[in-house]
């Protein structure tokens, strides 16, 4: 009888642990982190928290285990499975700047950035890329209207089978100030989520109008990320080539006092040049993106 007890409250006791949902949160705003990378360290498990920042421990899981948790704009965590309860913090690597309050009542809008498109990378879920890009003299009191990220939703290798047309993924976009040539501030209140189906535009379009985000001296640095494909329970599919694909460009432009690219794997803080002695093209490339920038008058 004691046998059965015992086993009947094991078993219990890992029905329970397998449905432990466990939220992200950020410490400061106190707002679920949607989407928020998970690794389990010494595994090749890695997934992510889903819409309203929650994830599951399983009960297969070793307790001793430590699970790695980060999000662009977040201080990245480490903590060991058996010590988690049901609640994960992660603080924002700097505070968002102050809130610009703007009089006036004459804007202009110019369109700048890269107007050639040569290429297309399907980057995985487990790579992040970006753009530094700093404003000409005459560009440098203007403020970030929108933002237009091309992409393309065809993968040339991959079959033409019914299933496989079909796609639903998230992207993440994130925005910094830039300070010794590093990205400093989130310039956004959070990393910005776009839902994109194989039924979405080719062009992403990002209203940047309310965050009065201002093109300064010292450049932004724009970071792109393929969280990876929503199944129908919302959950997210890690598949070898998430889709869409960013467009990319040789082509340098003069929009720009400079612009540089970059690239880094999720769980890695260091970012690395994305230049003709990284980049397998054997030449500079550079995600093709353009910006809307508004000057206010007087």
């Known amino acids: 009888m004691k046998t059965i007890l015992i086993s009947t409250i094991f078993l219990f006791s890992s029905i329970l642990y397998s449905q432990k949902n466990i939220v992200v949160i950020d410490s400061h705003s106190k707002n679920p982190i949607s989407f928020a990378n ?3 360290l010494n595994s090749k498990k890695g997934f992510h928290t889903n819409e309203r920042g929650l994830f599951e421990l399983k009960n297969n899981w070793n307790i001793k285990d430590t699970l790695l948790i980060s999000c662009l704009g977040y ?7 058996s010590k988690i309860i049901d609640t994960l913090f992660l603080s924002p690597k700097t505070e968002k700047l102050k809130e610009i309050i703007i009089h006036t009542k004459k804007p202009t809008f110019k369109k700048v950035g890269f107007k050639k498109k040569h290429m297309t990378i399907f980057t995985g879920t ?17 403020f970030i209207d929108k933002l237009i990220i091309p992409v393309k939703k065809k993968v040339k290798h991959i079959k033409k089978k019914k299933e496989e047309k079909k796609f639903n993924s998230i992207l993440k976009v994130s925005l910094f100030s830039m300070k010794v040539n590093l990205p400093h501030q989130l310039l956004t209140n959070t990393p ?14 990002i209203d940047l109008s309310n965050e009065y985000i ?3 001296e010292n450049g932004i640095f724009i970071c792109l990320e393929i969280t990876g494909e929503v199944d129908e329970n919302g959950a997210i599919i890690n598949k070898l080539n998430p889709r869409p694909g960013f467009v990319f460009t040789d082509k340098k432009t003069k929009d720009f006092n400079n612009h540089k690219a970059f690239y880094k794997t999720k769980f890695n803080n260091k970012w690395i040049e994305f230049d003709e002695k990284t980049s397998f093209f054997k030449k500079d490339v550079f995600p093709a993106i353009q910006l809307v920038l508004t000057t206010y008058g007087n």
């Open 75 to 81: 201080s990245s965590i480490r903590e060991n499975i």
């Open 126 to 142: 487990n790579l992040q890329i970006a753009l530094f890009i700093s404003p000409k003299q005459e560009d440098q009191n203007s």
């Open 38 to 40: 998970i690794k389990v």
């Open 192 to 205: 910005i989520l776009i839902k994109y189906s194989n039924n979405s535009k080719n062009s992403i379009i």
């Open 214 to 216: 201002k093109f300064d």
